[in-house]
T-cell receptor
Framework: AQSVTQLDSQVPVFEEAPVELRCNYS??????LFWYVQYPNQGLQLLLK??????LVESINGFEAEFNKSQTSFHLRKPSVHISDTAEYFC??????????FGAGTRLTVKP | DTAVSQTPKYLVTQMGNDKSIKCEQN?????MYWYKQDSKKFLKIMFS???????INETVPNRFSPKSPDKAHLNLHINSLELGDSAVYFC?????????????FGNGTRLTVT
């Protein structure tokens, strides 16, 4: 089965600084990759996804992630973060069996 | 116009009791899931139903029994609740069974067993 490792449990960063949240996956078959965000007391919301095609995918709020097959990575980046980006971020991998597995999450804290 | 709704939002109960959590989606999706999120935010899949048929059943105690009366509903019944069952339970749905459809999550049910 596929699995995901998020390398950082917590990432503190100052407002307007760049950030990278790291994600590595493991799978013996082709996969689809996702990033979700969870705000306090809410469910997870899709941030962006890689299904096929261009390896660089973007979200509407300035995040981007790059699929790197050789390094089995799907790191999430933002060039300039805002206080409102403070949340828990989950990387997820899914194979054709529709079994989506999540990483342990990275707590992003943006400080003023 | 809530897409995936769960009830109740909070559930406080004593050990040994039986409780149910209900989930409904109005997105027209054919696949529904239950995930458990522990106190460290780790998300673990419990069950997955596609067109009312169970397709994923992780190693979950048989005290947990999902029921899908139709494609839009997936309920979770828990017998003989234990302290370790305390967690946030999320219902989710997606379209299609090929793995490339993102999940839509409800807002969770926080279960506290005392």
């Amino acid at each position: 089965a596929q699995s995901v490792t998020q390398l950082d449990s917590q990432v503190p960063v100052f407002e307007e600084a760049p950030v990278e949240l790291r994600c590595n996956y493991s799978s013996s078959v082709s996969v689809y990759l996702f990033w979700y965000v969870q705000y306090p007391n809410q469910g997870l919301q899709l941030l962006l996804k890689y299904l096929s095609g261009s390896t660089l995918v973007e979200s509407i709020n300035g995040f981007e992630a790059e699929f790197n097959k050789s390094q089995t990575s799907f790191h999430l980046r933002k060039p300039s973060v805002h206080i409102s980006d403070t949340a828990e971020y989950f990387c997820a991998v899914s194979a054709s069996n529709n079994d989506m597995r999540f990483g342990a999450g990275t707590r992003l804290t943006v400080k003023p | 116009d809530t897409a995936v709704s769960q009830t109740p939002k909070y559930l406080v109960t004593q050990m040994g009791n039986d409780k149910s959590i209900k989930c409904e989606q109005n997105l027209g999706h054919d696949t529904m899931y239950w995930y458990k999120q522990d106190s460290k935010k780790f998300l673990k899949i419990m069950f997955s139903y596609n067109n009312k048929e169970l397709i994923i059943n992780e190693t979950v105690p048989n005290r947990f029994s999902p029921k899908s009366p139709d494609k839009a509903h997936l309920n979770l019944h828990i017998n003989s609740l234990e302290l370790g069952d305390s967690a946030v339970y999320f219902c989710a749905s997606s379209l299609g069974g090929r793995g490339n459809s993102p999940l839509h999550f409800g807002n969770g049910t926080r279960l506290t067993v005392t």
